[in-house]
């Protein structure tokens, strides 16, 4: 099987789902004749045409407004948000429009839209191109949510979103683009929406995570492992529609439950799981449901000491975890 | 005779009148079914009827597209939705063919008729036309999409983003603006920078044109060669429509807290049902009979609309939540 | 001690606080010559001048863009959003700009700024007159959120808000606005941001509220009570900053915990709440954290028995405290 | 000669061409840094330094205010920033006044000097220059604001709002575009319909002006105007200085993947800073040992500003979570 990256398996799923569907098509800004300024559309628009992947005037609400009035013609737009942060300016586009205009319209009109959104820091992007941005959604009704941390995923959830009949906003770890490379089928294949993934098995403490925290929770488990802790690692891999089953079974192998994401604490999708738990899970737990998040900061600074001091890392995260195991 | 030179038939003038006077009827009804107790809440198009029809008169019925926005009962009933469909939608029943009672009345929305769902969010609607204007042209349909929104809305940014958008691509869209005088109490000249709305046009390369709003036939005469222009590609056109509110804001407004009586008498005066009613007079398009049976059959219609939706179902409270996400 | 509604502390906070400081000044959607649509601003333009209670154009970036500038540069903006469903089209500005200008200068900027905005349901306002959007912004460090249930706690917590250094979002239920009375003092007084209120002591459930349903939950602590189930109830107040240590506290008095709030439960502030109680005071539970919310749809439907199908009442607390109780 | 015509000192153009020259010396060694790997991110002025000295020349840099974008260098460093300060800034240290560390280089923000923190998403500055400007007509002062953006800025949203609401009010903000033919990958025709910024000035009812973006003279010209306008209270202008980006959009771009080597040769030699040193020469308003002797000194002074820098302390980590909020 080809061994590809994350971000080739974003063009890869991307490509092939335009040469199979005609009804696909790509808009955002440098999407086009530049392939994106992470290359992720790059190539397309030779393979497509410049109708087909489109370059946007420099207007994220307009890319994502006129994306809903092709989706409800029929078509199904994907749309790039150059970097998650500056999705700020789509919000009503987003949660006033894609999001209600099924439920709206009573079920007769409805927006099969896909808005990529590459996200996440460790990259010295500072304040505002690093932010993770997925909590502003995840309490929106009608999106869903999807946030892969590996390459294989990558093409199986977004294949599965581009077909997917709802607006979904997919978040793609910038640092991941080209740090994971993974063995990806070249056939199409789908994962669908809602199904988590467990990416070890273990049984002392159950660590909850998604995006790039997945890698650096398998870094820590390896590292524990060691030690003599077993630690299990459930990926979300989509927030909405959340995996509970998975969620509450993850609970239950262990008692134990530390979840982890880089977005900050309060607020974050961990808030989420942490009371799903503590309502549906709470006879089984041995220990007090954990969360490690990045702190409560508008988002990491530019300097690289700070930014260190901001994201979470392999040993914070293993910390974070053998607390847990010797409660 | 100006309908002549227009191309219009004596037959097509006494039809626009006929739906300038249901809209009207249907929506003085709405005011005395409110003010009865019967519905919570009521929102007009008094006043901006010959823009209306002037506007939706000039499209092709069977295969163009409408992005309205609340005030426009006028251009929904010449698409096709009748009194009875405004009945179940002011009474939020089932019915419904906007929303299925969920949403206010004139948030219009209709998939027989090409009228895309909108929502309460100012200005949304003109993106989304947009979007169905570039679906034509990347599936090479070549309908027109018509989009309307208030002179006060045109403030907003995704308005500059839409017209821009649809210029840079030549789209065939055209934006019509309504400009009432007021955006609820905030009159002309607190609202717009020039007072002027057609003068943007230029600063997106489309023409920007400012009509008497109450004059149906000036209204047709630039919409038809706005839509002549976005059939044959090349690009959209902006309106601006001058007339006057002859109602509060809505149900819930009192609008002598910001404007007099005088003003409003004023304006009546003016008004471009009145208009049309002594052109087809003065030129004896009509017997007084038949002006007298059309009037009659109207009201007909709209008795029967009301009871008809008075005795209908209510949505049932299970399908609550129905229709977040597909299937 | 003078009995006023809800609204009334509203205008009679500001008013006072424009009169004791020139730097305070009103801008939004209606609020000058009109007062409001909800009538919040009332007389103010008599007392104060059009230059300090500003009808600006239909645009909410730039109500509340304006505003971050004037507080930039010195003066303390009170900005309306007419309805909270409309912030939609500012969430860039408030969550790039106002929530970051402090941190993103190293503490040389400041945006001392409150944006008030009328939320929440059961008045027929349909999907977009009706939401609860707090939850958007919760996640959001930088921002402080205000989210009074009292016409008392609304008048020292706005003079706190207005006194603020921060931007504070200042979030209103529409429904209490001529619902609830209750004695103010005519003196200025204020009630520090960040500190929950008792608003009933009990011993058998503690629920975890604000807003609408503080009432709504007293009324069935007042059925309970007959029953001999003792509610306690903590009002949050202000969501952020969180009143940790009474949340805790009011945990520990009973073990047994139901959040309540109006806003749909996915992700909805009642998740970082339950969170916390599941992480820091997992051994003083004795029955699993419970949410009380309303459903996962895209708001309440316009249609009043979809409303009330959507809306908690009493009985629905009623119910759940009962449950609570017996386990 | 121009600069008399426009009551310029040959001293005043010989600091005019200093602060050029400066601008761009800094810039290039910044792109050194970054190719010697001791910088991780560059975005330049290269290009648009005779725009940047031209505007803020004309303002009173006593008590005008700035809000500018990221390509504004050579506007800071005429309203009193230093090399120094750049570098500081590019290293990310502690003594960074714009940040200290927190955010990218040529996010500008001064107290000093009167320049707001300014973001990356674009465009949100000017809707606060409008807020500062608003604040003086409050307060009674008669400062003016310039804000900048580029041309693919102009078309989002908060551009438009903030030119109407400063036209509506008449308020003393000059918008300044900078237009260098691209945003990032994607050229004029695909960004801006008509292709012309300035054209929009009408839709607001204020000046739009074109002006050769190189010529630093035109540039002054205009906005002395402009700001003798805003000054007097007749309201805003609106200026677009059409220039060229000679270098790529920043270090992380590759501009010869849309556009060719040959295009940028050509602009070159229509380079502003050259142009203004071609016109010191020609009219001998300076000795060729002066010229060289400013070269010099430009260079001793960055050189020197890049050894402090690089030996400044870094922030310190434990400030991470300083300045979310205030005290
Ligand atoms: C984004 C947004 N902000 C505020 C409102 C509340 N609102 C409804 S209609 C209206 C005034 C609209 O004025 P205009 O665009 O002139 O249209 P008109 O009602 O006069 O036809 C306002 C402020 C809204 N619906 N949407
Ligand atoms: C809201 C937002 N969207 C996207 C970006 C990413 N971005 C940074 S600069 C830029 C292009 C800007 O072009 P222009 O306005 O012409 O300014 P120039 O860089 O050419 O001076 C883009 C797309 C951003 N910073 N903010
Ligand atoms: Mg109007
Ligand atoms: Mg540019």
Known sequence: MPVISYIDAVTEAISEEMGRDKSVFVLGEDVGVRGGVFRATNGLIDLYGEDRVLDTPLTESAIVGVGIGAAAYGLRPIAEIQFADFIMPAVNQIVSEAAKMRYRSNGTWQCPMVIRAPYGGGIHGALYHSQSVEALFTGVPGLKIVTPSTPYDVKGLLLSSIRDNDPVLFFEHKKLYRLIKDEVPSEEYTIPLGKADVKREGNDVTVITYGLMVHYTLDAAKKLAEEGIDVHVLDLRTLIPLDKEAVLEATRKTGKVLIVHEDNKTSGFGAEVAAIIAEEAFFDLDAPVSRLCSPDVPSMPYNSKLEKAFMLNPEKIAAAIRELAEL | ?327
Request: aromatic fraction near 8%; hydrophobic fraction near 35%.
């Open chain 2, 1 to 327: 005779m100006k309908h002549l030179e227009l191309g219009l038939t004596d037959e097509q003038v006494r039809e626009m009148y006929r739906y300038m006077l249901l809209a009207r009827k249907v929506d003085e009804k709405m005011w005395l079914l409110n003010r009865a107790g019967k519905l919570p809440f009521v929102v007009s198009c008094q006043g901006q009827e010959a823009t209306q029809i002037g506007a939706a008169y000039a499209l092709d019925r069977q295969k163009d597209w409408l992005c309205p926005y609340y005030r426009d009962l006028g251009m929904v009933l010449l698409f096709g939705q009748t009194a009875r469909d405004q009945m179940l939608s002011a009474f939020a029943k089932k019915d419904d063919p906007n929303s299925g009672g969920r949403q206010m009345p004139n948030h219009f929305g209709d998939r027989r008729y090409r009228i895309l769902s909108g929502s309460s969010p100012v200005t949304t609607q003109m993106l989304h036309a947009v979007g169905i204007a570039y679906a034509g042209k990347v599936t090479g349909e070549d309908h027109v999409v018509l989009t309307s929104c208030g002179e006060g809305s045109s403030n907003q940014g995704d308005w500059h983003e839409a017209l821009n958008f649809a210029g840079v691509h030549d789209l065939p869209v055209v934006f019509l603006v309504e400009n009432n005088m007021y955006a609820i109490s905030v009159p002309l000249s607190k609202q717009l920078a020039g007072e002027n709305v057609a003068a943007r046009g230029q600063g997106y390369g489309m023409p920007g044109i400012r009509v008497d709003g109450n004059d149906v036939f000036q209204v047709y005469e630039v919409m038809k060669q706005a839509v002549e222009r976005a059939r044959k590609g090349e690009g959209p056109t902006l309106i601006e429509a001058v007339s006057y509110r002859l109602t509060p804001h809505s149900s819930d407004d009192d609008d002598l807290t910001y404007r007099t009586k005088e003003e409003i008498e004023e304006a009546k005066k003016r008004d471009g049902l009145f208009v049309l009613e002594t052109y087809l007079d003065e030129h004896q398009l009509w017997t007084a009979d038949e002006k007298e049976a059309l009037s009659k059959a109207i009201d007909t219609e709209i008795t029967e609309a009301i009871k008809f939706a008075e005795a209908a179902d209510h949505p049932n409270p299970e399908d609550l939540s129905k229709h977040v996400y597909a299937g």
